[in-house]
């Protein structure tokens, strides 16, 4: 079966959808399946890269907790695609930092609002102090990093005092992620759910404020069409335009047809975008 090579989608994002290392209760990702092999994932791999895409982010499950993500991001490399990663640095450790200057072009740490609040968040107390760690280490190394928030009804009112803390650090963005009902997240969507007009009064105060470095105002609505994912199995899928609480599989990543089924649901202009902002192209 010969596949298609034509560049239709600009932005992929592979997730790890087995398992991860923490339980956030806001969490979007659908943890229904395998964790994938190396092998496998190698093809996938081969197969995104034939859609010539502007970026690939790793992200799901925390990627570094895989046995073989490590070869990956070494085989994945690319001088034309930009690599993204998003980790939530529980299985970091000091060998990576090498690897990470090597092979990715951007990493994402992230920071749900002050200490107390970030704990209160990710029911993780000791969490925020392992990512601070990680930010400054990075940081050090000269490594990009990209800040990743979600704002919710719960941490709101604390990222005012987030922005004081990272306006000490040279971070390359500061993405204020409205936080979306899917999956774990629906399940606790009445402790979570923050209306646009919430969220907008923070995040637009919040970016006019601030000027310490670009600051992504990412409402759900900006978001949705903007996503083609693929599983560490192989399974393309992305948000249910009809049901934004839902996600619709669209089939294996190796399917002909896979991007004329992403397209009925994904707009590429949008995610061509947003791979632009990530990468601070001029658009």
């Not at 637009?204 to 759900?220: E, G, N, R, W």
Request: aromatic share 12%; glycine share 4%; proline share 3%.
């Amino acid at each position: 079966m010969v596949m298609s090579t034509t560049s239709t989608v600009s932005r992929i994002i592979f997730n790890f959808n087995g398992k991860c290392n923490m339980n956030c209760p806001y969490c979007y990702i659908p943890f229904r399946q395998a964790d994938g092999s190396l092998e496998l994932w190698k093809n996938i791999i081969v197969r995104c890269k034939q859609w010539k895409p502007k970026m690939i982010v790793f992200g799901g499950g925390d990627p570094f907790m895989f046995q073989g993500f490590r070869d990956l991001l070494r085989f994945s490399h690319d001088e034309e695609i930009f690599i993204h990663v998003d980790t939530n640095a529980l299985a970091l450790h000091p060998r990576d930092v090498q690897l990470i200057i090597d092979s990715v072009d951007q990493i994402g740490l992230p920071f749900d609002g002050t200490e107390t609040s970030h704990a209160a968040m990710r029911k993780h107390p000791k969490h925020f102090a392992v990512v601070r760690k990680w930010l400054e280490e990075l940081l050090n190394k000269g490594v990009r990093v990209k800040v990743n928030t979600v704002v919710s009804a719960l941490n709101k009112d604390t990222l005012f005092e987030l922005a004081e803390f990272l306006q000490g650090y040279p971070i390359s963005q500061w993405c204020l992620y409205q936080f979306w009902p899917l999956e774990a997240g629906l399940q606790n969507e009445a402790v979570f759910r923050i209306s646009d007009d919430e969220y907008l009064a923070v995040a637009q105060l919040i970016a006019k404020k601030y000027s310490f470095t670009k600051i992504d105002i990412a409402t759900v609505a900006s978001r949705l069409s903007s996503h083609f994912f693929v599983s560490s199995t192989g399974v393309a899928y992305t948000e249910d335009i009809n049901n934004v609480s839902d996600y619709i599989f669209l089939g294996s990543i190796f399917d002909d047809d896979i991007l004329t089924k992403w397209q009925k649901y994904g707009n590429d202009s949008i995610a061509a975008a947003r791979a632009n902002f990530r990468m601070n192209v001029e658009q």
